[in-house]
């Protein structure tokens, strides 16, 4: 600490010794060193002006913008929790420092602003006035926000106090308060402007002038701006302002007289005539007009007259809104699992746990059957009941207990009707966040990393990865990006940051009615420069996922394999289209959680709902190159261009032969291969952990395997069942250790498989030196292609007349077991082929 202290005489040189330091070394020291740093700081800010304090803040938010965002906000709010020990200098410093960073919370700010409301200093009364000004107080719920207005505006009507602490808490109040408050807070700026000193008469004249009432001041700002200093320089500033306002106003005006010019004023009201009178015809006429709403027409109206526009716009009615806010956020109260209806059952079924969630802990499983929450059972007669239902009820405040009833295989039937008490479980819901992050160090210390989508807290979990592998000897990295489809920009901006050097482009947004908009990386790369690095895409990447693969193309940063990506290049914008039900925010996240009370509900149905919004295309983005993403149609849906992003390397998915698929299908709904499975696990767990991350292919290396693939009397070959036995030994053993594998297997995955030889091949390396791999790779791949080579002896004509065969044996045993005179022809023909 003291080291530290020392340290901190001078921000920029202290920060620049530090940081490396801070970089390095385990998760809870860098924590604590985050810590220690700050509260040096605070305590140093004591000998700063206020000015001083605010270049030291500003000079320690862009240095601090080299640390884990997660660190930073964790320590500063543990500081924050304790003001008194801080010092209102150091206060002010480290709430300034929390407002620019990610989500502050703004009830914890005001509790630790508010005591200096009442300090000796008035540059620190002042200060803390301004702070206030952050627009994200409006988030403040009524409870917590009325007071903190009153607290203002009393300051500002206090004449004992200064008249610079009158004019700036009078202007904060103007900005946080309702209509009486602002009426009041401008009372005292026009008690200000009427005095008979002149230099109050400019700081009232200059506060009107900044809430917009320039009438009011005009005389004394023309005044003031014929002096020489910084007071008539911004009245002039003003008042030029308000003259370039008033010309667009009248040009806009005149634009607009000359578009009414010749309107139908009552056109409007026939076009919604004709709406309703559709949605009367359809819902009196249509076949299955009876069972749609006139809201859901309506939606379905809405959304087509957006789709009309381009392939990305649409509305989204409450429902569809609700959903989507749901997965951008990654974050929810529940138990913490992945749900859904099984098919062959359909009973509502854990697909898999979250494994840091309190369904895990609690011992549910992947497969596990919720049959009853409580004492509502979740179906009737073995049918699941609507499972966004369920899912609501499993849903719910962090800290409350739910209690479930679990069928498991096995079991007796009569049970999911009837649960007995040992079948129950009590659950303590927690605070969930999705994980968007699967990794895995694979052979020749290559490091995969899968990012599933960009919510919130995706680029902190793949910076958590990615420090994770580069500790445990990462040499090359894989991102997956395969099917990620998008979501926020600003966090494919922060995931280009973990690859790139601080100031590099990341995207340009261009808009017809606004100046392109340019975001470059603002941190320093995780990943080391030197390092390889590999991105997957395939052509359901899109958005988010096409600016991170093409700006690290771009800048030469990484190599991409795969398929061309989706296309989507365009920006949207959401609309709302009235008013959302209003909520009291207990635990001040600034959104709506499940078990929080409503204020306002508009519909009177006991829950929070959204109003619809208008999803409206509103601008393009543009690569660091300057090439558009987007894929662009004519008139009539043809593809003018694909847009895209194109890997160096293309690569086709792994392809089955329909009868396969078919087998495989019949096989899985047969639950045989599951069950079978399960029951080898339970005697073979260690080994099953070792062939869940390589099997050599080999179907020999699982117990009994030659009995179980002789009792399936099924037409698919033995390495066909293997890649089933195996893709269920790898749930298991995911269950088993608390983590998933990532989507991708490089035994199964020749997307993937290729990725490995250009990562290894940039590290003058060769996959097939590696046994893991030599056992498994499908084939030797071209380093100047994407395309697979056989490596087969048998020729591919050949090949495909033994598949031919092996389907039409498939498609007989599916049916009575016996061949048509067509198809023993044709077995004939190819038995004669492969004999010459």
Request: some cysteine; overall charge negative.
């Amino acid at each position: 600490m003291h080291r530290l202290r020392q340290l901190s005489a001078t921000c920029s040189l202290a920060l620049a010794c530090c940081l490396p330091l801070l970089a390095t070394g385990n998760a809870s020291r860098h924590a604590q060193d985050t810590r220690e740093l700050l509260q040096a700081q605070a305590e140093s800010a004591s000998n700063l002006s206020i000015d001083e304090l605010w270049r030291n803040a500003a000079s320690l938010d862009s240095l601090f913008l080299e640390l884990a965002s997660d660190d930073l906000e964790s320590a500063l709010d543990g500081l924050l929790r304790s003001p008194a020990e801080l010092g209102s200098h150091g206060l002010l410093l480290l709430v300034s420092l929390r407002l620019s960073s990610d989500n502050p919370d703004f009830a914890l700010l005001t509790d630790a602003l508010l005591p200096l409301f009442e300090d000796e200093d008035e540059g620190v009364r002042s200060a803390a006035a301004g702070l206030f000004a952050d627009p994200g107080f409006a988030q403040l719920e009524l409870t917590r926000g009325e007071p903190l207005v009153k607290s203002l505006l009393a300051v500002a009507e206090d004449s004992d106090n200064p008249p610079d602490t009158r004019i700036a808490f009078a202007l904060v109040a103007h900005e946080r308060g309702g209509g009486s408050t602002q009426r009041s807070a401008r009372r005292v700026m026009l008690d200000f402007m009427n005095s008979s000193r002149p230099a109050l008469r400019s700081r009232g004249a200059l506060a009107l002038a900044q809430i917009g009432d320039i009438e009011t001041a005009r005389g004394e700002l023309e005044s003031l701006s014929q002096l020489p200093g910084s007071d008539g320089r911004l009245a002039g500033a003003f008042l030029k302002n308000e003259l370039l306002k008033t010309y667009y106003e009248s040009r806009l005006r005149a634009q607009r007289e000359s578009l009414t010019e010749g309107r139908d004023d009552e056109a409007p009201a026939r076009g919604l005539e004709r709406v309703q009178r559709m949605m009367d015809l359809i819902q009196h006429t249509h076949i299955e007009g009876d069972v749609h709403d006139q809201e859901d027409l309506l939606d379905a109206a809405l959304d087509g007259m957006l789709g009309s526009l381009d392939q990305h716009s649409s509305y989204m009615n409450p429902a569809a809104y609700a959903k989507f806010q749901q997965e951008l956020s990654g974050e929810y109260g529940g138990i913490g699992a992945y749900v859904a209806v099984d098919p062959g059952d359909s009973l509502f079924t854990i697909t898999q746990p979250i494994y840091s969630g309190p369904a895990y802990k609690a011992d549910l499983r992947t497969d596990d059957k919720i049959v009853q929450i409580g004492i509502w059972p979740t179906h009737d007669h073995g049918i699941s009941k609507d499972q966004n239902e369920i899912i609501r009820r499993l849903k719910g405040e962090p800290g409350t207990d739910i209690k479930l009833y679990i069928w498991r295989r096995g079991m007796p039937t009569e049970l999911i009707d009837r649960p007995t008490e040992d079948m129950a479980v009590t659950i303590t819901r927690g605070f969930i966040t999705i994980p968007t992050v699967k990794s895995a160090m694979l052979p020749g210390q290559v490091a995969l990393v899968e990012l599933s989508q960009f919510s919130s807290v995706a680029s902190k979990e793949l910076r958590r990865a990615l420090n994770e592998l580069l500790e445990a000897g990462a040499e090359s990295i894989v991102l997956d990006l395969r099917s990620n489809p998008g979501g926020l920009l600003s966090e494919a901006r922060a995931v280009v940051d973990l690859f790139l050097a601080k100031g590099k482009r990341v995207v340009t947004t261009e808009s017809r009615i606004a100046a392109p908009d340019n975001l470059d990386t603002r941190r320093r790369s995780v990943v080391p420069a030197d390092m390889p690095v590999v991105v997957l895409i395939n052509r359901f990447s899109a958005s988010a996922s096409e600016i991170v693969s093409g700006a690290l193309q771009d800048h030469g940063r990484a190599t991409l394999v795969g398929q061309r990506s989706f296309g989507k290049g365009s920006v949207q914008n959401l609309m709302r289209m009235g008013a959302d039900d209003q909520y009291r925010d207990a635990n001040h996240n600034g959104k709506h959680d499940n078990w929080e009370e409503l204020t306002v509900d508009r519909n009177k149905n006991g829950e929070f709902d959204f109003s619809g919004r208008a999803k409206l295309t509103i601008a393009r983005y543009l690569l660091p190159s300057g090439r558009s993403i987007h894929r662009e149609l004519d008139d009539e849906g043809n593809i003018e261009s694909f847009g895209g992003v194109s890997p160096e390397f293309i690569v086709a998915p792994k392809r089955w032969e329909a009868w396969r698929l078919e087998e495989m299908f019949d096989l899985q709904s047969q639950g045989t291969v599951r069950a079978w499975t399960r029951e080898k696990f339970a005697g073979h767990a260690e080994l099953f952990g070792r062939l869940a991350q390589d099997d050599a292919k080999d179907p020999d290396r699982y117990p009994g395997f030659d009995e179980f693939y002789d009792s399936l009397e099924t037409a698919l070959p033995r390495e066909d069942v293997r890649f089933m036995v195996r893709r269920e030994v790898r749930r298991l053993v995911q269950d088993e250790r608390g983590a998933s594998f990532p989507r991708g297997d490089y035994e199964e995955d020749i997307q993937l498989q290729k990725a490995l030889q250009v990562a290894l091949s940039e590290l003058g390396r060769d996959p097939y030196e590696i046994e893991a791999y030599r056992r498994t790779f499908d084939a030797r791949e071209s380093l100047t292609g994407g395309e697979l080579i056989a490596s087969a002896d048998t020729d591919p004509a050949s090949r495909q007349d033994v598949r031919t065969a092996l389907g039409l044996i498939a498609e007989a045993r599916r049916g009575d077991g016996k061949f048509s005179s067509e198809a023993l022809e044709r077995l004939q023909k190819i038995l004669s082929e492969l004999d010459r």
